[in-house]
């Protein structure tokens, strides 16, 4: 028994580090010629390629994309009851529920390209344990290339916070809070950086070499 035992803890420490090491995503999208699909991907080779540069081992996943999903109106729904309530809220005040229709897909990042013009962010889903995320990125205002250039630089942040970054105070970083991603100047990898803070978190947070 006492074998068996260490042989499970074993297989266990054995797995968990790989069980951590991708997050699986779900991105929904309104059509499928939206240009959030390709800023998505894009932005999701980046945060592979800025992971593996660190030496961490959790990866995002290829994202399994849905197109006119019949979740989505709930989900639009619980995105705008969120949004509309998220400077508003104190820590541990009771939050609307997510719908079934949210908890109920299995990713540990679900991703909704919105149909409506409200603030994008990415919300932890209540006492889900281990942690999953609800981003939300909001409707491209114009068809300019500068606005398709931010909606890339805005997934790229939200799923920063789906791997456990916060807000710092560099305006043209890309974890700004406040952002001023229009003035910023983006590196050679076509994103805005990360400040070295970020850096330091990411490897606490995920271990790296
Ligand atoms: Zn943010």
């Known amino acids: 028994m006492r074998i068996t035992a260490i042989t499970l803890l ?3 420490q054995g797995a968990l580090p790989a069980a951590a090491a991708q997050r699986s995503i779900l ?3 309104p059509t499928a010629s939206d240009a959030r ?9 980046h945060w592979n390629a800025m992971l593996a540069d660190l030496g961490v081992e959790t990866r995002l996943g290829t994202p399994q994309v849905v ?5 989505a109106r ?3 729904n619980y995105a705008r009851r969120i949004s509309q309530r998220i400077f508003r809220l104190p820590a541990g005040a009771a939050e609307p529920r997510p719908p079934d229709e949210l908890t109920s897909l299995d990713a540990d990042i679900v991703v909704l390209l919105s149909r409506q013009d409200i603030m994008s962010f990415t919300w932890p889903m209540p006492k889900v344990d281990p942690p999953r995320y609800f981003v939300v990125i909001r409707s491209v205002r114009s068809p300019d290339r500068d606005d398709a250039m931010v909606s890339r630089h805005v997934v790229a942040h939200e799923l920063g916070h789906a791997i456990g ?8 970083a890309l974890m700004c809070g406040p952002c001023q991603p229009l003035t910023a100047e983006s590196d ?10 970020d850096r330091v978190r990411l490897v606490e947070l995920h271990g790296g070499r």
């Open 37 to 45: 699909l390709e800023a998505s991907h894009e932005a999701i080779s």
């Open 165 to 172: 970054l916060v807000h710092n105070a560099d305006p043209h």
């Open 10 to 12: 074993l297989v266990l």
């Open 67 to 71: 197109v006119e999903s019949p979740v």
């Open 74 to 76: 709930a989900l639009e």
């Open 27 to 29: 991105l929904l999208a």
């Open 188 to 197: 050679a990898t076509g994103f805005l950086p990360l400040t070295d803070l």
